[in-house]
């Protein structure tokens, strides 16, 4: 059974960092596009990085270029967001998500995803 279980969430001061990390069992990442995703209630989902294991591209939302590196862990099956220079308006749910896909994404991330974690909350106090 193909599962992601996302972890490293919780509550962090303005300029504070945390890895967030989407563990996937049931598949390996090789060939699949992982989504990270973040909602606040009230408000859409917003795309905010997205990694090809195919071929290592990268892709970041303008809102957190610069502070957010999404990296992998072959070894681990792991897919990690590393979050730095933590703003209040990063305050939401995290979800990973994944695509089996051999793609590119350095223009774009894919729009869609089959699987889906179950979320981790971000909280980043002023």
């Known amino acids: 059974q193909l599962q992601l279980v996302e972890s490293g969430g919780g509550l962090v001061q303005t300029g504070g960092s945390l890895r967030l990390s989407c563990a996937a069992s049931g598949f390996t990442l090789g060939y699949y596009v992982i989504g990270w995703f973040r909602q606040v209630p009230g408000k859409a989902r917003e795309g905010v990085s997205c990694?090809?294991?195919?071929?290592?591209?990268?892709n970041y939302a303008d809102s957190v270029k610069g502070r957010v590196t999404i990296s992998r862990d072959s070894a681990k099956n792991t897919v990690y967001l590393q979050m730095n220079s933590l703003k209040p308006e990063d305050t939401a749910v995290y979800y990973c998500?994944?695509?089996?896909?051999?793609?590119?994404?350095?223009?774009?991330?894919?729009?869609?995803?089959?699987?889906w974690g179950q979320g981790t909350q971000v909280t980043v106090s002023s």
């Open positions: 998500a994944s695509i089996k896909a051999k793609v590119d994404v350095t223009t774009h991330c894919p729009p869609f995803y089959d699987y």
């Open positions: 990694f090809s294991s195919s071929d290592g591209s990268t």
